[in-house]
């Protein structure tokens, strides 16, 4: 069974431009979790997406939004690219159902010029 | 949002030793689960746990769902150089499907 994958891998940006984030999840899951994790740091939690509906936010600007595909793929789309923006973006999936864990994808490594 | 405090933030062990950590929230959680993420990974699942006073076992390394459900523990026993990385908790409240992550506990194992 395929895991968690995202693209691209490694992404270089510079101050204002914009970023696409990509993921695929587990076959079967229909839940699209997105962190962020600077440097250092833990993980933030940005998005969830479930059945193509924003199902919850964390506490980042308007700028970073997103989006489920019918086929349960996601995009993260972070707009006006600041330098604290760098950091790996993980993306996580589940089944909804209740107390099922996360899986995760390896990241995006966003870096910010 | 939530805060869940892992201790200790790090760790330096000799190659053989047992190993514990902790982690500890202000919430009551119903789900916790530990997760090691190796550099330029993302975190792979360990054990996960879903019952007040629950040990799970997965090769070598046990986890505990505290009684009071607001703390959970990770034992590693005869650690290996491949024990090394960031072990994360993670806890869910009983409604919603959001996950709270610690802040990690970065091992590194002496051969």
């Known amino acids: 069974e395929a895991g968690v994958t995202q693209s691209p891998t490694h992404l270089i940006k510079t101050r204002g431009q914009q970023a696409t984030l990509r993921c695929s999840p587990i076959?079967?899951?229909?839940?699209v979790y997105w962190y962020q994790q600077a440097l250092g740091l833990g993980l933030q939690f940005l998005l969830w997406?479930?059945?193509?509906?924003?199902?919850n936010r964390g506490n980042f600007p308007p700028r970073f939004s997103g989006r489920q595909f019918p086929n349960y793929s996601s995009e993260l789309n972070v707009n006006a690219l600041e330098l604290e923006d760098s950091a790996l973006y993980l993306c996580a999936s589940s089944f909804l159902v209740l107390n099922q864990p996360q899986h995760f994808g390896d990241g995006t490594r966003l870096s910010i010029l | 949002g939530q805060q869940l405090n892992q201790s200790p933030q790090s760790m330096f062990i000799q190659e053989g030793e047992d190993v514990s950590m902790n982690c500890t929230s202000s919430s009551i959680f119903n789900t916790w689960l530990w997760y090691k993420q190796d550099p330029g990974e993302g975190p792979v699942l360990l054990i996960a746990?879903?019952?007040?006073?629950e040990l799970t076992s997965n090769g070598r390394l046990t986890a505990q769902f505290g009684i009071t459900r607001k703390d959970s523990f990770l034992n590693i026993s005869a650690s290996i150089p491949s024990d090394v990385g960031i072990y994360f908790c993670?806890?869910?409240?009983?409604?919603?499907?959001?996950?709270?992550f610690g802040t990690g506990t970065s091992l590194t194992v002496i051969p």
């Open positions: 993670a806890g869910r409240f009983r409604t919603g499907n959001q996950f709270y």
């Open positions: 076959s079967g899951h229909t839940s």
């Open positions: 997406y479930d059945e193509g509906e924003e199902r």
């Open positions: 746990l879903y019952k007040a006073g």
